[in-house]
């Protein structure tokens, strides 16, 4: 379901100079040996006008390519000193393997020197870290510059300060219901709908669930602060609907999606408005943020929720898909796939988002990966537009962390290293 649409050519662009030269080199590597892989001798051919002119380089931009050029004739200058050949523009390179002579960088974190093209070069101290090694993993390469976790000050941002006012604000909740209110309006449904409480094996009717909000007031305000100091400490704004200031709404038809879209059944919808309006009086779902070493931010329970409860809406700035094939942002969601391309949307919570947007994924090349997946992503027509929900799909006990299928419809998501 989530794309992350990159390309490989972005991919290298800002994995480090050399290994960016090893990329474009390696497309005239020589095999010259049939010698064990290790002690075979190849030869590379480089030509640095066709160099200059590959998509890789086109992309840097001039200041880069520059310095793409700077780092070549480094290279040529190094490597004239071994047992370089140099003929005009052409250069000739010796290696004990195909990567071997540019391979120079180790990860900091594995001390290995595989994978050059997941490689990031710290911008300041020079450092190569696998994008994968990295807590949290990069799946993509970050725009701008980037600095490594040795040379970054950064830490998470302070907590999000418990006072009720300050939340209310931040969260512009509208008519915040009295504590006491609350706690007797969600034993009152307690008592009428017992099951929606027990543990007891989930009702095969499969249509969604409305939330059930924490009654303790002290707790619903740590999960709401949990949620504020996730997006303040990325820089998000938080917002519970899709946002329309670069494709405009007209444009989320969701009769424009490719085979089309079903239409949220009407009890489903009863389900999808109540969380809503739960949600703006500050009856959040009962679920916390928290921070992983691993993973980054991550999403918890914060009680028992049953199969088929509503989890929250992925929402964030609708953009044409083809605005972001270039997109580092590891967040992107697909809205709508149509069979023409420029009809497509997806959602970006770069700058405006809500909690799902912290949802992990699962690493769906294992089996164990696979059998951590407690919500599923759907994608409905509500109102003609399409939209995002992400539900749980099984009982989810309190404590667990949720996960859903980055790929649920496409698998270009790189999810193998996914703890
Ligand atoms: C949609 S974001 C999820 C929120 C993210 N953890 C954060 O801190 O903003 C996707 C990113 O989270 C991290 N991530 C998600 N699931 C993961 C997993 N199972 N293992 C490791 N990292 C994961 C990866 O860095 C991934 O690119």
């Known amino acids: 379901m989530e794309r992350s649409p990159y390309g490989k050519e972005r991919r290298v662009k800002r994995v480090r100079i050399s290994s960016t030269y090893t990329a474009l080199s390696s497309l005239a590597v020589e095999d010259l040996g049939s010698e064990p892989p290790h002690l075979r001798q190849c030869k590379a ?24 050029l700077k780092s070549l004739e480094e290279v040529v200058r190094d490597e004239q000193a071994k047992s370089t050949k140099v003929v005009g523009t052409e250069m000739v390179v010796w290696t004990n393997g195909p990567a071997s002579a540019y391979s120079l960088t180790l990860c900091e974190e594995c001390k290995g020197g595989d994978s050059a093209e997941q490689m990031l070069l710290c911008d300041q101290c020079d450092r190569g870290f696998h994008m994968f090694c990295l807590s949290p993993i990069l799946v993509s390469i970050p725009p701008g510059d980037w600095i490594c976790p040795h040379c970054s000050k950064s830490t998470i941002a302070h907590e999000f300060l418990m006072v009720q006012k300050k939340i209310v604000d931040y969260f512009r909740i509208q008519n915040l219901l009295p504590s006491k209110s609350v706690t ?37 305000l740590k999960q709401m602060a949990s949620l504020a100091t996730a997006l303040t400490s990325i820089g998000v704004q938080f917002s519970d609907s899709l946002s329309y200031r670069y494709a405009p709404r007209t444009a989320n038809r969701a009769a424009h999606e490719k085979g089309g879209m079903r239409e949220m059944p ?154």
């Open 45 to 68: 051919t480089v030509n640095f006008s066709e160099v200059l002119t590959t998509t890789v380089a086109q992309s840097l931009g001039v200041a880069k390519r520059k310095k793409l």
């Open 184 to 220: 007797e309006a969600i034993e009152r449904k307690k008592r009428k709908k017992q099951s929606a409480f027990s543990f007891c094996p989930p009702k095969r009717g499969r249509r969604l669930l409305p939330y059930v909000p924490t009654i303790d007031p002290q707790r619903r």
């Open 266 to 419: 009407r009890d489903d919808k009863e389900a999808f408005d109540k969380c809503k309006a739960m949600c703006k009086s500050g009856l959040w779902q009962p679920l916390t943020v928290a921070y992983d070493m691993r993973q980054g931010f991550v999403v918890e329970a914060d009680e028992d929720i049953k199969d088929m409860t509503f989890i929250a809406e992925y929402t964030g700035e609708v953009d044409y898909m083809c605005c972001r094939h270039y997109d580092s942002g590891n967040s992107i969601m697909g809205l709508l796939f149509s069979d023409d391309p420029i009809k497509e949307l997806v959602i970006c919570p770069d700058k405006r988002s809500n909690i799902a947007r912290f949802l992990s994924g699962i690493n769906n090349h294992t089996e164990e990966g696979r059998k951590k997946q407690n919500v599923r992503c759907v994608r409905y027509s509500i109102n003609g537009e399409a939209r995002v929900i992400l539900i749980a799909m099984r009982d989810i006990l309190k404590g667990e962390r949720l996960y859903y299928d980055y790929n649920a419809y496409y698998t270009e998501y790189p999810t193998q290293h996914f703890v």
